[in-house]
């Protein structure tokens, strides 16, 4: 497994802009397809974007097409998320997760997960 720490999280207005970072440590990385997750208070944690290996393939949850963009730097065992036009609805904790499977969704496909940073979009 590899482990994972999330970092860039904090206060924004709505239309604001964050960039969110999840560092790796193994030499590992670019075996695992990159995944962010997040959890709102009292919902369930969902999925937001999945990036490949090489980091040519990516797939968005439709809430956040257009806004939010993902890329990884494998020589930095790093992967990150651009996250623009913010609306208080993104408001939650982000999780970075890592999975070995093909084509990952699910919270179950990913078998290392990060302590999570918060953000919060005010209105």
């Given at each position: 497994?590899?482990?994972?720490?999330?970092?860039?999280?904090?206060?924004?207005?709505?239309?604001?802009?964050?960039?969110?970072?999840?560092?790796?440590?193994?030499?590992?990385?670019?075996?695992?397809?990159?995944?962010?997750?997040?959890?709102?208070?009292?919902?369930?944690?969902?999925?937001?974007?999945?990036?490949?290996?090489?980091?040519?393939?990516?797939?968005?949850?439709?809430?956040?097409?257009?806004?939010?963009?993902?890329?990884?730097?494998?020589?930095?065992?790093?992967?990150?998320?651009?996250?623009?036009?913010?609306?208080?609805?993104?408001?939650?904790?982000?999780?970075?997760?890592?999975?070995?499977?093909?084509?990952?969704?699910?919270?179950?496909?990913?078998s290392s997960w990060?302590?999570g940073t918060q953000?919060?979009?005010?209105?």
């Open positions: 497994q590899v482990q994972l720490v999330e970092s860039g999280g904090g206060l924004v207005q709505a239309g604001g802009s964050l960039r969110l970072s999840c560092a790796a440590s193994g030499r590992t990385f670019s075996t695992y397809v990159m995944g962010w997750f997040r959890q709102a208070p009292g919902k369930e944690r969902e999925f937001v974007v999945r990036i490949g290996r090489t980091g040519g393939i990516t797939y968005f949850t439709n809430s956040v097409k257009g806004r939010f963009t993902v890329s990884r730097d494998n020589a930095k065992n790093t992967v990150y998320l651009q996250m623009n036009s913010l609306k208080p609805e993104d408001t939650a904790v982000y999780y970075c997760a890592a999975s070995s499977k093909w084509g990952p969704l699910a919270t179950t496909d990913f990060g302590q953000v919060t979009v005010s209105s």
